[in-house]
């Protein structure tokens, strides 16, 4: 690829940071737009700055909501890669106005900014599965160790009723059809990416988000570990080097996905469930047993969510690499060896 500039909205997050590492790793010049309120971000900027060419990144610490400052942060870039958002739907029920604010308007903010960049960019934006709903129409049987569609063995693919449950789906979903709409109306080259549950190194997970990480971060540090519901809810896990695999295909074939919705995860074949499957595996890791205590249900979570992945590797050519054994055990050991980044958690 020749070398662009390319903006990252939430460049110094999670998926943020290990795409603008890629990015300049290759050659590009990159800006990160981000408020650095996650934790972790001051951090992945640090390992930004001494891992790569430091004179090919600048970042801008501004939110989505200044506009002004977006917009000159967009102008004359080859590509926007819009991440930046509140990320949990339990965060978005206690405040529904930063929710939207973060997502919806932010993401209307971005792409005003990009329609009037003059040089039509690609726009990547990061979506999620929950733009689906609880979809009660799909069949689900329970068995020993998890949730099973009962006639959708490829699992959800993008012709799904869309259902925005939460105050996160809502504002996630405005967001999603935004970005394909403007692909429509104003001819942006606008990619959807409906994310599954996306892991891998520099992911400073949480309890309300990132639940890979945050569970392997609990185990090794010793912290309280609470399973909502039963711990049978199933998940497509997709590693973070997959999805930028999926980022770089969406922009090799922007002629033919822009306009497009793509369900991004691991697919039927790296799905798992939370606990009664992952707790085996991160057992294993550790070599012993790792207590946990049970909540209640909470709202929005779904019993089972796995990404129909067959029109991404048609049109795009792309298919997860990493099989989810191996990539719990690539973070596993990141996390293990890298224990004092997480002393704050």
């Known amino acids: 690829m020749n070398e662009e500039k390319v903006l990252i909205t939430g460049g110094a997050g999670f998926i943020g940071s290990n795409l603008a590492h890629r990015l300049l790793c290759q050659g590009h010049e990159v800006t990160i737009f981000d408020n650095l309120s996650r934790s ?50 339990t965060t978005s029920v206690v405040d529904p106005r930063h929710d939207f604010e973060s997502n919806a308007l932010g993401t209307f903010n971005a792409l005003e900014a990009a329609r009037l960049a003059g040089n039509n960019p690609i726009f990547i934006y990061a979506s999620t599965n929950k733009v689906y709903g609880g979809m009660e129409d799909v069949g689900i049987c329970e068995e020993e160790s998890r949730y099973r569609y009962v006639d959708r063995p490829h699992g959800i693919g993008e012709d799904q009723p869309l259902d925005f449950h939460s105050p996160y789906g809502c504002s ?61 809810q199933v998940r497509d896990v997709l590693f973070i080097e997959d999805l930028l695999d999926a980022y770089e295909a969406m922009v090799r074939h922007v002629d033919r996905a822009a306009g497009q919705v793509y369900n991004i995860g691991g697919g039927p074949a790296n799905s798992i469930s939370i606990w009664a499957e992952f707790g085996q595996h991160l057992e294993a890791q550790m070599g012993r047993p790792v207590e946990v205590r049970y909540g209640a249900w909470r709202p929005g979570d779904q019993q089972i969510y796995v990404s129909d992945i067959r029109k991404a590797e048609a049109e795009l050519g792309w298919k997860p690499r990493t099989p989810v054994k191996e990539g719990i055990a690539c973070l596993y050991a990141w996390i293990r060896d890298n224990q004092e980044m997480f002393d704050h958690l």
């Not at 979903?173 to 520099?202: E, K, M």
């Open 40 to 89: 972790g971000c001051r951090r992945n900027l640090a390992w930004l700055r001494t891992s790569t060419d430091p004179a090919r990144l600048r970042v801008v610490e501004a939110d989505l909501r200044d506009y002004a400052t977006l917009l000159e942060a967009c102008s004359g870039v080859d590509r926007i890669y819009h991440l930046a958002g509140q990320v949990a739907v």
């Open 172 to 232: 996630k979903g405005a967001g999603d059809q935004y970005v394909r709409d403007y692909a429509r109306i104003y001819g942006l080259r606008t990619v959807v990416a409906r994310q599954s549950c996306i892991y891998g190194y520099r992911q400073f997970g949480i309890e309300d988000q990132g639940w890979v990480a945050w569970f392997i971060i609990a185990a090794l540090k010793g912290r309280p570990i609470t399973i909502y519901g039963n711990g049978k």
